[in-house]
């Protein structure tokens, strides 16, 4: 299972966003062993001048429920943009 994250940021913000992800990412990675963190953003931003950026966090399937409420408690200790939309997407086979 894979939990997907995606958020809408002012281009502005962009290198105090992305420090806050790293260290998020270091946190979680160091909480739920097996745990890969990805980030991707879409190649332009939308009308309004933010860009989308998506959170990709692979193998945190185990402890899904631990997993979500710690995500969003670090999402909201770090200050990163609000609000935040997860989907989860699991392989076909």
């Known amino acids: 299972m894979n939990l997907y994250v995606y958020f809408k940021l002012v281009v502005s913000e962009y290198p105090l966003v992305l420090s806050n992800l790293r260290k998020m990412h270091a946190q979680l990675s160091h909480e739920f062993p097996g745990l890969v963190c990805e980030l991707l953003k879409r ?12 959170e990709v966090y692979h193998g945190a399937a185990a402890q899904e429920s631990e997993f979500n409420e710690r995500l969003s ?11 935040r939309r997860n989907e989860v997407f699991i392989p076909i086979e």
């Open 43 to 54: 190649p332009l931003p939308d009308q309004d001048g933010k860009e989308t950026w998506m």
């Open 73 to 83: 408690e670090l999402a909201l200790k770090n200050q990163l943009p609000q609000p």
